[in-house]
Nanobody, 124 residues
Framework: QVQLVESGGGLVQAGGSLRLSCAAS?????????MGWYRQAPGKQRELVVL???????NYADSVKGRFTISRDTTKNTVYLQMNNLAPEDTAVYYC?????????????????WGKGTLVTVSS
């Protein structure tokens, strides 16, 4: 069973930065072909922020392009999300996600594994 554990959330002022981490258990990269970060703001649907495939291809939501960067350390089975120039509209619970079939990462209802989420709050 794959487990994902997020960390790094918190309260930050607008314009500030945070780095989220997602640590995966087991030899995840042998069965996982894509990972990503979703977020869910109060009263809104969960949305994909960024994805990274096993081949290293990334894709960002327009709302975070140029501000957020996803990276990974395969030796640590960890994926990171560096968030810069944060804005109040970035406030949400951020979830790490992983899928066995690469194309499923863009479908929230097809994600195989979810973390429990970490709260990011950006004050104005």
């Amino acid at each position: 069973q794959v487990q994902l554990v997020e960390s790094g959330g918190g309260l930050v002022q607008a314009g500030g930065s945070l780095r989220l981490s997602c640590a995966a258990s087991g030899t995840i990269f042998s069965i996982i072909n894509a990972m990503g970060w979703y977020r869910q703001a109060p009263g809104k649907q969960r949305e994909l922020v960024v994805l990274i495939t096993s081949g290293g291809i990334t894709n960002y939501a327009d709302s975070v392009k140029g501000r957020f960067t996803i990276s990974r350390d395969t030796t640590k089975n960890t994926v990171y999300l560096q968030m810069n120039n944060l804005a109040p509209e970035d406030t949400a619970v951020y979830y790490c996600a992983a899928v066995r079939s690469e194309h499923n990462i863009v479908y929230v209802n097809k994600v195989d594994y979810w973390g429990k989420g970490t709260l990011v709050t950006v004050s104005s």
